[in-house]
């Protein structure tokens, strides 16, 4: 219902865009002159203000507010009961308030008219436009190392004096309100993603939706992981990632069953995995895949091995993984073989203890898996994998 000026709350409006001033007059002193378009920000409150004019020798024994939408008293309007409010009097102040401003409020035309002893009079009315905030954000699609604008855009103009704040995650980005309704950021990394949501200032309570930043990035930390099968039942695996280059060559017997697995950090996910050999300064493309199976090994099949990550952003390698394919000399017994094995993993073991070590003492840290090769070995009486 609609308040007389008795009874005007001080709660904060919101007058966005004063707009032309229009003057409505016939003959004599008739005049009523108001805004004639406002915008304002959905949830928030808008005043219209508004004075009139009359012969002097008139009373004023009438006052109201209409809607074009409604054709009728907003007193009487089951739409702005209990949001509207009449700041105005019966002599020349004809105000108007409407708090819990809604989208469905916008775009109509609300006129002054007011009723004398002897005649009565009705403004041109005021357009309001009733608008959201929304955060466009360009490109849509985001990669790392490059720019990301986002912008806090309105239906209608809010005028040159509105400033607003930006939000990461509900968290305000910065303290300081800024009149450039744009938040641009350079170099985008992936720790900038989030939701991003603007306000403007007075209006926090009123934020815009938010959209979700996403950053795209090549394939990292691509990883090379061997496992293979010995038939003495001893089993190694050796893992090597791209920033840690395997120590030493691995050396397998004939009839070895190899498999070859690549691994990677992406987003989008890796959409082609391939696997290559290299002899030489020479690779060839071994297959297309994410795993690489080798069941019965040659010598032929010695070389060295990487795999390649793709996505729509980008491509990386991994290290290559030496693998050395020999002979089985006849008379030899598993009984020295695998000891031998044993005492070439506890060297390698040694080798990337000290590697380790020296590697905390210089400050150094690897992308990578801990050790610049790791190696399990068992022995039981049938075969054995290691994953």
Not at 70 to 81: G, I, V
Not at 294 to 301: C, F, L, Q, R, W
Request: hydrophobic fraction near 35%.
């Amino acid at each position: 219902m609609f308040y007389n000026g008795d009874h005007i709350s001080l709660a904060f409006s919101l007058l966005i865009l004063p707009g032309v001033i229009i003057s409505t007059n016939t003959a004599g002193s008739w005049n009523v002159s108001s805004p004639s378009r406002l915008c304002a920000l959905t949830g928030s409150s808008v005043t219209i203000f508004c004075t009139y004019r009359y012969p002097q020798e008139h009373t004023v024994t009438d006052v109201s507010w209409y809607s074009n939408k409604d054709n009728k008293r907003l007193t009487e309007s089951e739409r702005f009961k209990n949001r509207g409010q009449f700041l105005g009097d019966k002599k020349n102040n004809c105000s108007l308030r409407i708090n819990g401003l809604r989208e469905s409020d916008s775009k109509e035309k609300y006129k002054f008219w007011f009723r004398t002893n002897s005649s009565e009079f009705s403004g041109a009315g005021v357009t309001l436009s009733v608008t959201a905030l929304r955060v466009m954000m360009s490109p849509k699609t985001v990669t790392e190392g490059r720019s990301v604008t986002l912008t806090c855009s309105t239906t209608c103009s809010l005028g040159n004096s509105t400033t607003y704040i930006w939000y990461k995650n509900g968290l305000p980005v910065s303290t300081t309100h800024t009149p450039d309704n744009t938040f641009s950021i350079n170099k985008i990394r992936v720790t900038d993603e989030g939701r991003y949501s603007c306000a403007v200032t007075g209006h926090d309570d009123h934020p815009s939706d938010f959209v979700t930043l996403s950053v795209r990035y090549a394939p990292r930390n691509t990883t090379a992981l061997l496992s293979l099968y010995i038939n003495e039942g001893t089993s190694v695996a050796v893992i090597c990632s791209k920033d840690a280059p395997a120590l030493l060559s691995l050396s397998i017997k004939e009839h070895t069953s190899v498999t070859l697995t690549c691994s990677s950090d992406a987003k989008p996910s890796v959409r082609h995995y391939s696997w290559y050999k290299k002899i030489g300064a020479k690779s060839s493309l071994m297959v297309f895949g994410q795993n690489y199976s080798i069941t019965d090994a040659k010598v032929a099949d010695s070389g060295q091995y990487y795999c390649k990550a793709e996505n729509i952003v980008g491509a990386t390698e991994s290290s290559t993984l030496p693998l050395n394919v020999y002979k089985v000399t006849t008379g030899l017994r598993s009984a020295v073989l695998v000891p031998a094995i044993i005492v070439v993993a506890i060297a390698v073991s040694f080798v990337c203890w000290w590697r380790r070590t020296a590697e905390r003492a210089s400050g150094v840290h690897s992308q990578g898996p801990d050790a610049t090769s790791l190696w399990h070995m068992h022995s039981s009486e049938s075969q054995s994998k290691i994953i």
